[in-house]
């Protein structure tokens, strides 16, 4: 998993506390039925445990989307045995970490209250932060990530009002739930980023990272509006999913340079399981202790990451 700056976190945290396609988000258990979505917490936590957790999210979103693009490049360059890692350990990432993350902060609710909380994040993309990303980034003259966080903007208002739709098919029981978008995917190969300024470099590591967790969340929306026999919703969230994924977060990531070479991609990811393992992991947990919340989740996933670096760390030295 990779660390990010506090002011990434900061703006995820308001935002939504709201290349080829990668692999499955949500992998279904055998026989085919989606996988149960988290379910409420059973006790409420401490305000800094419920950000710790939102930040968690955030995080492991983020290494589920940057190494499903590193997996792609290591198949590109024929590293099979790298890609499939990067591939596994993305899964790990969402299925296990993320997952368990959502499970404790109650991320998934009722259809409607995931649709409340879509909408909010949706509205804060559309009205604010992608508006204020593209004029940084047209007065620090890169136009072309101007050009994206404007075109992002207008998808995301357009998916705030198929959401305020949906949510009043979901209340009154009238009319029809939108049909889901169609992503536009964007290939994602190896490259140098393609902006200058370095606000607009933090805008776009900002915005990677709520198009992550936005993807992984409504994946979990998804799958709890099957279970409850609302596939008309379900097909919805996994369409604007899927545009988080492959159109916005892509188009961010061959702007932002995220993939390089497979040796650099191996590095960076060592470095972010390291200090998820060493540092981030153990002060969210001593953090928790201190408020009375439990810590296991974060001792846990911390061995986990530590397992990460080392398999990525093995995986370096043979290509030397």
Known sequence: MFG???RTLVVGLCALAAAAPAAPALAAP??????PA???????????????????MKGEAYAYAAYSLFA???DHQGLGAVGKLFRSTAQTELNEHLREAAALAGTVGSNAANLRQAISGETYEHQVMYRRFAEQARADGDLEAANLFSEIAA??????DAFRTALTVDTTGRGTVPAPPKADVVPVSAGLPKV????????LDTALHGEALAHAKYML???HARQTGNTALARLWEGTAKVELHEHLAGEAVLAGLVRTTRENLRTAITGEHNEATTVYPGFAKRATADGDTARYWRNTA???AEHAAAFEQALNQLR
Do not use: V, W
């Open 4 to 6: 990010h700056s506090t």
């Open 30 to 35: 055998a026989g085919g039925a989606p996988p």
């Open 38 to 56: 988290p379910h409420t917490a059973a006790r409420a936590l401490h305000a800094q445990t419920l950000a710790d957790l939102t930040t968690t």
């Open 72 to 74: 792609a490049e290591a």
């Open 155 to 160: 998808d995301e208002g357009r998916h705030r």
């Open 196 to 203: 200058k300024a370095a606000r607009t470099k933090a805008n």
């Open 221 to 223: 929306f998804a799958a």
């Open 303 to 305: 061995a986990d990451e």
